[in-house]
């Protein structure tokens, strides 16, 4: 079955310490997102790739960072620098030029011990 | 700044009645607008999604209307049924395939 696969599903992580958020998606999409997403809140970009080696801040990206070496593959790592990290996580994707939606994972929780 | 405003945080209705969510847009280069459907701890499912050279759009019982003129959109539920009580967010971006930009979405309750 084609889709995107957020791995792992909970995480936990000590104050100070990175942390790598996996997305993978067999759906040969060009385009991939990452969205955080607060209580109450909408869906916040954090980063976003539209082709292999290539990516673009989004609206909220200090403390995080991005890498996109394969096209089925955008980590998202949680740096200490990111003050409030507990959120839900969300990665898309969707083709490029093309109109059809962004496709969603099912997202990870991040939560500060 | 939030470009995309749903201003109703709740919605609830009856079995069998129209659900009507609302959302407005205040960048006029926004081009194509979704309406996502989520449930808690789960990612959000597509909906239905409208571009700007079409007014309405419907697919089985969502529809969704779009005034541009009024920067305003809305979507149609109709007969509504208890699966549909989630969280419903409105999107845009300036271009198909573009990143969105995410309303705060509308929890809408179903009751039987």
């Known amino acids: 079955d084609g889709g995107i696969t957020q791995s792992p599903k909970y995480l936990f992580r000590k104050e100070g310490q990175n942390v790598t958020l996996s997305c993978e998606q067999n759906l040969n999409h060009d385009a991939m997102y990452w969205y955080r997403q607060d209580p109450g809140q909408g869906l916040r970009l954090i980063y976003y790739s539209q082709i292999v080696n290539d990516f673009q801040k989004g609206d909220i990206a200090e403390g995080y960072s991005v890498s996109r070496e394969k096209k089925e593959s955008f980590p998202l790592t949680v740096t200490s620098a990111q003050k409030n990290p507990t959120a839900f996580y969300l990665c898309a994707s969707n083709p490029r030029d093309i109109n059809q939606p962004q496709h969603f994972g099912d997202g990870t929780r991040l939560s500060i011990l | 700044d939030q470009q995309v405003k749903q201003n109703s945080p709740s919605l609830s209705v009856q079995e069998g009645r129209i659900s009507i969510l609302n959302c407005d847009y205040t960048?006029?280069?926004?081009?194509?607008f979704l309406w996502y459907k989520k449930y808690p701890a789960e990612g959000p499912t597509f909906l239905i999604s409208?571009?700007?050279?079409?007014d309405k759009n419907e697919d089985g019982r969502f529809t969704v209307f779009l005034n541009k003129s009024a920067k305003h959109l809305s979507l149609h539920i109709v007969p509504s049924q208890p699966g549909d009580s989630a969280v419903y967010f409105c999107?845009?971006?300036?271009?198909?395939?573009?990143?969105?930009?995410f309303g705060k979405g509308t929890s809408l309750l179903v009751t039987p």
């Open positions: 960048n006029s280069m926004f081009d194509y």
């Open positions: 999107a845009a971006s300036e271009r198909p395939g573009y990143a969105l930009n």
């Open positions: 409208i571009s700007s050279i079409k």
